[in-house]
């Protein structure tokens, strides 16, 4: 017996990753009746068949899995944004740090295109650095800080997030010193008609997988969380919640009984991450039952 990770399936075989070879593999029956079937990502114990060919026997317990795109197990998420072409969307990266999260899934931000900053982005890296996270700069252009992601790839599985033209694909060239990934106007491509439907794939690097694939970009807020919880996946709120008048305050109040509010008018927690935890809360609230 073998173990190995998925790394892509396609038309009923999955090809897993052994450490030493890419074996062929059919599933066994019985995945289906157990209501799992394999994803790219999976840890997977697999008989040896023939040359280059298994049975994928047992799935291992999964860490997390994603439906869109259809992925498990992912270590690490880095949301890329760029300075300009197309500007920051600070919600998106908010909602993304909290997808990330809620699926125990270390994240990262990175503000690529550096080489066209006029000065203002330091500030958002030192805003998201304030709330706790880890925030650099890139430029595929420069060549600025592609080690820092290639250093962070080692031996885990890592998704990039972010929308299209932010220069994903361009990073991972930049990191993997080939053209593996198209650049440039994806619409573009479309409009041209070209089979642009993609099977998620896992690349191999430096001990450790990259998931090739944009879709992380779409996600929603998780079923799961309501917005009572929502203020758990605002790090910076948790020094100040102790000193709300209110357990389990939720930070919508004022600054008279709420400390968070508070912070945030003295200017010690970022605004624009407080409006959007508001806007964000007000959406869960909105959440239908049959939505939950
Ligand atoms: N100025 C500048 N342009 C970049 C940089 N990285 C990527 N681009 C350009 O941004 C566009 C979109 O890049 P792409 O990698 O396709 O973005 P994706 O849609 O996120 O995968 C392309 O025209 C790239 O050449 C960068 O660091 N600086
Ligand atoms: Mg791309
Ligand atoms: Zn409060």
Redesign the pocket.
């Known amino acids: 017996m073998n173990t190995g990770t998925i790394v892509k399936g396609i038309g009923g075989f999955y090809y897993v990753d052994t450490g030493e070879e890419i074996v062929e593999c059919k599933a066994r029956g019985h995945f289906r009746n157990k209501n799992m079937s394999p994803c790219v990502g999976d840890k997977v114990d697999i008989t040896i068949t023939g040359e280059g060919k298994g049975s994928l026997d047992t799935i291992h317990q999964r860490s997390n899995v994603f439906i869109r795109p259809p992925v498990a197990n992912i270590d690490a998420m880095i949301i890329?944004a760029?300075?300009?072409?197309p500007a920051p969307d600070l919600a998106f990266i908010d909602k993304m740090l909290i997808i990330a999260q809620n699926s125990n899934v270390d994240v990262k931000i990175c503000f690529?295109?550096?080489?066209?900053d006029n000065g203002s982005v330091n500030e958002l890296v030192q805003m998201y650095r304030n709330a706790g996270y880890t925030a650099f700069t890139?430029?595929?252009?420069?060549d600025?800080g592609i080690d820092l992601i290639r250093k962070s790839l080692s031996g885990r599985i890592t998704a990039?997030s972010?929308?299209?033209?932010?220069?994903?694909?361009?990073?991972?060239?930049?990191v993997l010193k080939q053209q593996v990934?198209?650049?440039?106007?994806?619409s573009e491509r479309l409009k041209r008609g070209k089979h642009t439907t993609r099977h998620v794939e896992l690349i191999s690097y430096n001990n450790g997988y990259i998931v090739d694939t944009?879709g992380f970009s779409m996600l929603d807020f998780p079923k799961e969380i309501t917005k009572d919880e929502l203020k758990d996946y605002f790090p910076e709120f948790l020094n100040y919640e102790s000193q709300c008048r209110f357990r389990g305050c939720n930070h919508m109040g004022n600054t008279k009984v709420c400390a968070v509010c508070d912070a945030v008018q003295k200017g010690e927690i970022s605004e624009t991450r407080f409006n959007n935890y508001k806007s964000f809360y007000d959406i869960l609230s909105q959440r239908k039952e049959w939505q939950k």
């Open positions: 890329v760029s300075v300009q072409n690529n295109k550096f080489d066209l890139t430029s595929t252009v420069e600025i990039f972010g929308f299209s033209g932010v220069g994903k694909s361009s990073l991972l060239n930049a990934m198209q650049t440039g106007d994806v944009p």
